[in-house]
């Protein structure tokens, strides 16, 4: 079946560094989502990505969607202690409205 | 106030007990989802319902059930066959409408510990 990949699964950072998490999906997606979760939190929507190749900011994170759709990333400048948490990719599961998420990058900030 | 309820935030059983955990939305959207989040690990779907008294199977639906007799409520019973029912569990709603999927609005969480 469909599956989306995420890598790393963990990672920790000095705060002030850059941080990158890659999504990768066995097929093609009409499109991806980024949600992150707080620790001890639930997901909370971040972006969605639509169109080949999109490139989109929100302050100091960056997310991409791959030229052939099946890969994206999330990019976060100088990270901040702020930014601790996970961040999940979610592709569509179907015409269903469900999502398959992946399994995660959880980000440690050390200040 | 917009948004999702679960209750209760912590919830403690026996093992071979039934419960039944609650989620309530006012958003009006017709979807619903529960998922089951363990340490360190993904979302995982064990129910999604699209319109009332209707719903399907996601990937881990042995051991669980759900309702759907309101558009606002979506309540999972956790029944005794689950084997390992330990764990956090998320509730979420979307909207339902033409190309989807769009983003989903989870609420708080419970966490259920048998033992």
């Known amino acids: 079946g469909q599956q989306v990949m995420q890598i790393p699964q963990y990672q920790h950072v000095q705060e002030g560094e850059d941080f990158t998490t890659y999504c990768n999906s066995s097929t093609t997606l009409s499109n991806i989502q980024w949600y992150k979760q707080r620790p001890g939190g639930h997901p909370v929507f971040l972006i969605q990505?639509?169109?080949?190749?999109e490139v989109k900011k929100q302050k100091r994170l960056t997310f991409q969607f791959g030229e052939a759709k099946k890969n994206s990333s999330l990019h976060i400048t100088a990270t901040q202690t702020t930014d601790v948490g996970t961040y999940f990719c979610a592709g569509p599961g179907g015409n269903t409205g469900k999502l398959i998420f992946g399994q995660g990058t959880t980000l440690q900030v050390k200040p | 106030d917009g948004g999702i309820t679960q209750s209760p935030k912590y919830l403690f059983r026996k093992e071979g007990q039934n419960v039944t955990l609650s989620c309530e939305q006012n958003l009006n959207h017709d979807a619903m989802y529960w998922y089951r989040q363990d340490p360190g690990q993904g979302l995982r779907l064990i129910y999604y319902?699209?319109?009332?008294?209707?719903?399907q199977k996601g990937d881990i639906a042995e051991g669980y059930s759900v309702s759907r007799e309101k558009k606002e409520s979506f309540p999972l019973t956790v029944t005794s066959a689950q084997k390992n029912p330990t764990a956090f569990y998320l509730c979420?709603?979307?909207?339902?409408?033409?190309?989807?999927?769009?983003?989903?609005?989870f609420g708080p969480g419970t966490r259920l510990t048998v033992t």
């Open positions: 990505l639509v169109k080949s190749g």
């Open positions: 979420a709603s979307s909207i339902l409408q033409g190309y989807g999927p769009y983003e989903q609005y």
């Open positions: 319902s699209q319109i009332v008294n209707d719903f």
